[in-house]
């Protein structure tokens, strides 16, 4: 089975605050693909990243960056500088890399930026 | 053109009505998909097109009834519904289903529906 644990329901930082989101997944696949999306008040779910299980790389877009680490099964989200307009819910996803299988989603971390 | 679009944004309806959420995108995607998401809750998912056919049905009671017309459009049927059906309903698409199962998929803004 596969699951994915964002343990923080809820974070808030004052702006310019450097946060870190974190995610832990599990499965039994050795090949599979984890998500970040964000979802700001309006409702879409925007896509941030993709990263496959064969590409430990850490990734920097701007002031995003990501951290995975199979070790941990972890793969955990930074925002540094934070802004008011990254207010959002943030959610983690699994997927495996067979079938027709759907997207594995955490509960989500609603992060506050308060200026 | 890379939006997935949802009419109508907001939708009020009885417990007798018959209302139906359209979804469409141009991008080409193979893949489009139906979630149900209560609030402060993750996405669930409800269906799965995959080249204009159904390959996935997650349980869904039959009051929900999905319908794909072409590649580019996706809709969902409503009749019937009870309160707790009240969500939002969030389409999306990728490119494909199941072949790699690792391309992203594109989300629609959602239509808000409330069941009264």
């Known amino acids: 089975a596969q699951k994915v644990t964002q343990a923080q329901t809820e974070i808030s930082v004052v702006e310019k605050e450097d946060v870190t989101l974190d995610c832990v997944y599990e499965t039994r696949d050795t090949t599979y693909y984890l998500f970040w999306y964000k979802q700001p008040p309006s409702g879409e779910l925007v896509f941030l990243i993709r990263r496959n299980s064969f590409d430990e790389q850490n990734e920097i877009s701007g002031r995003y960056s990501w951290n995975f680490q199979k070790s941990t099964s972890s793969f955990n989200f930074t925002i540094t500088a934070s802004q008011v307009v990254d207010s959002a819910v943030y959610f983690c996803?699994?997927?495996?890399?067979?079938?027709?299988?759907?997207?594995?989603f955490g509960k989500g971390t609603r992060l506050s930026v308060i200026a | 053109d890379t939006e997935v679009t949802q009419t109508p944004k907001h939708l009020v309806m009885g417990m007798t009505n018959k209302k139906s959420l359209k979804c469409e995108q141009h991008m080409g995607h193979r893949a489009m998909y139906w979630y149900k998401q209560k609030a402060k809750k993750p996405p669930e998912l409800m269906f799965v097109?995959?080249?204009?056919?159904?390959?996935i049905n997650e349980s869904v009671p039959s009051r929900f009834s999905p319908e794909c017309p072409n590649s580019s459009l996706l809709n969902l049927h409503l009749h019937a519904l009870q309160p707790e059906d009240s969500a939002l309903y969030l389409c999306a698409s990728s490119q494909e289903v199941g072949l790699a199962g690792s391309d992203e998929q594109f989300f629609g803004p959602g239509t808000r529906l409330t069941v009264l």
């Open positions: 996803a699994l997927i495996r890399n067979s079938g027709n299988t759907p997207l594995v």
């Open positions: 097109y995959s080249y204009e056919k159904l390959s």
